[in-house]
């Protein structure tokens, strides 16, 4: 909860909550007080997760490419906690690959759920905190969203989208003269969660694998501290962030450097390979 609010923590929604970061970051909401909305495509996850938080925590299955149910959830917090103070948008789909090979359901999908669905939730939850004294939305979105991203055409474009979106909105809450409602984005480098786990054989991910792959606690450090102090845009490792932004600053020269970076992936990946072959080889003995 920001200091600038003064307010005791009420109730926060995570989406994409029954795995992965969107778990741990629900977990640090509870940690710090919060009722916590769980959500996520996956009724069953989201119920375990809530329990395994305990009675702080509360499950609710929610496709946030739904407005209607985005809007649910938000009401649904509500009437729990009394009112929303936070709301993180996590849920999010990778498919991988030169963006020829999508089909136009794969492209869809990381379309609506990494950015329209961000959409309904942010603007969901401005609503409410317009209305009830300010809050907090955090969106997790990517380096991807700030640079070229070979072999992840379709879902940069997605969080390239994300940025916009945020930035032009936090853009728009200001002209409006609100200044309780603040807009977070957090742009981590790949991170080793489920969403990569099954990626260390698709050449298409290997930009995920050429930085330092983050650990879910990293991004979920980030995520407490922009609680603390609002920030429109962190990114994780903040050297990869300059980068990247580096590189856009001169494109063509970026883009000439792109497969440098990739092979550096690809040895990453099979590093990861070798190694995890070898736990597997261990196991079974």
């Known amino acids: 909860m920001s200091a600038e609010t003064h ?3 009420a109730g926060a929604v995570v989406t994409g909550a029954g795995r992965g ?5 629900a977990g640090l909401l509870v940690e710090r007080g919060y009722r916590v909305l769980v959500t996520d495509l996956d009724e069953a996850a989201a119920q375990q997760v809530a329990r395994e938080l305990g009675e702080r925590a509360t499950a609710l299955a929610l496709d946030v490419r739904d407005d209607a149910a985005v809007r649910a ?25 030169p963006a020829w ?4 359901q794969q492209r869809r999908l990381m379309i ?42 379709v879902y940069a474009a997605s969080k390239h989208a994300v940025m916009g979106f945020s930035l032009s909105t936090m853009a728009d809450l200001r002209a409006a003269k609100v200044k309780n409602v603040h807009i977070s984005c957090i742009c981590p480098d790949g991170i080793w969660t489920p969403m990569l786990h099954d990626k260390l054989d698709d050449p298409g991910a290997a930009l995920s694998f050429s ?51 990739v092979r550096q992936g690809e040895r990453t990946q099979r590093r990861m390979r070798k190694a995890q072959q070898g736990r597997r080889r261990i196991g079974w003995r």
């Open 112 to 153: 609506e759920v990494n950015a329209i669905g961000t959409m309904n939730g942010t603007l969901a939850a401005v609503e409410s905190m317009r209305a009830d004294g300010g809050g907090q939305i955090i969106n997790i979105a990517s380096l991807a969203g700030l640079t070229a991203v070979p072999g992840e055409g």
């Open 101 to 104: 090979e999508h089909d136009e």
């Open 73 to 97: 959830a938000r009401d649904r917090i509500i009437a729990v906690a009394g009112r929303l103070d936070v709301w993180v948008n996590n849920a999010g789909v990778l498919f991988t690959g």
């Open 7 to 9: 307010r005791w923590p």
């Open 211 to 261: 930085g330092k792959l983050l650990q879910p606690h990293e991004v979920v450090s980030a995520v407490g501290k922009v609680l603390e102090e609002p920030r429109l845009v962190t990114t994780l490792p903040g050297w990869r962030g300059a980068v990247v932004r580096f590189g856009d600053l001169f494109p063509a020269l970026g883009l000439a450097l792109t497969p440098f970076v």
């Open 21 to 25: 970061l969107g778990r741990q970051i």
